[in-house]
């Protein structure tokens, strides 16, 4: 009965997730050098190509899409979460992505409505 | 409503239950009619049952029809940034990075934000909350966010301190449950 319950909402499925933007990074910024004045269009087009890609699955969901993109300089940055939700319909997700000048972490978190 | 119905069927269900122990001390022939009945009765009982079941299992789970249509109370942006600035302010003040000190520190201040906002009491809503701490180097940084929401009864505070040696940037999602 819990099977057939969960098999037709389902909770979040994070792997799917993953790989939504994952694609949604390597296609803004690929094979692009850190630059100041690209950053904030990067960080707007990944956030809202990943937005699009989820909203696509037709789940009854809200999204919190958050992305960071910082300059490799040897500094340290660390990033918390912490959530106050329905742990059995609401997940979330985060990508670490980073090439030779900069880092980018992608979070996704998704509420689940009613 | 559907919770009477339930009561109903599970009050029918107790009274077939009952009538064939009854029956049995009582004549033939009526009993004979009397299980018929029973019999039919359950089967009528069970059927609507298995309509029902799947619902009942659901609401079960989740919350119960209130007819609210819109949340009472909204979410509370100034109050949310001020306990934003003073977390942040009293954690991160004079202190120097350190990596496994901003470890323990972004997990525990995460943690401190979460008690404090819902100590707000602020009914249905549901909270994200996001810290980063990092180091500063002369490095360039660019946050985004982007929702998916309804934009009358959701909303977001954000809060960035910032010292000689480190940043913090705090953010909370408020989001409510329909």
Known sequence: MDEYHNGNEGSFNSEE???IVKECIENVVGGEDYSQSQ??????????????QLVKQGKPYKFIVTCAVMQ???????????CYWDTSMDGSSTVRWENRTMYCVVSVFAVAIA | MSDQLKDKHQRRERRTVK???????????????????TEREIIVSSMDELGHHDENTRMVVTMENTYQTAPHKRFPVPAVTH????????????????????????????????????DLM???????????????????MQMSSRCLWDATTDSFACYSFT????????TVYGVYFE
């Not at chain 2, 009538?19 to 009945?37: C, F, L, Y």
């Not at chain 2, 470890?103 to 995460?110: D, F, L, S």
């Not at chain 2, 010292?163 to 705090?170: K, R």
Request: net charge positive.
């Open chain 1, 17 to 19: 997730a993953d790989n």
């Open chain 1, 39 to 52: 950053v904030n269009k990067w960080t707007a087009s990944i956030v809202e190509r990943c937005l699009t």
């Open chain 1, 72 to 82: 490799k300089t040897g500094a340290g940055l660390h990033t918390a979460n912490s």
């Open chain 2, 19 to 37: 009538v064939p122990s009854d029956g049995s001390h009582g004549v033939r022939v009526k009993e004979a009619t009397i299980r018929k009945n």
């Open chain 2, 83 to 118: 306990i934003l600035k003073d977390v942040l302010s009293s954690y991160l003040q004079q202190e120097k990075y350190e990596v496994e000190w901003s470890q323990k520190m972004t997990k525990t201040i995460c943690e401190v934000i979460r008690a404090r906002v819902k």
């Open chain 2, 122 to 140: 602020i009914p249905r809503y549901k909270i994200v909350v996001l810290v980063h701490i990092g180091q500063q180097a002369g490095q360039s």
């Open chain 2, 163 to 170: 010292n000689s040696s480190l940043f913090g940037v705090a």
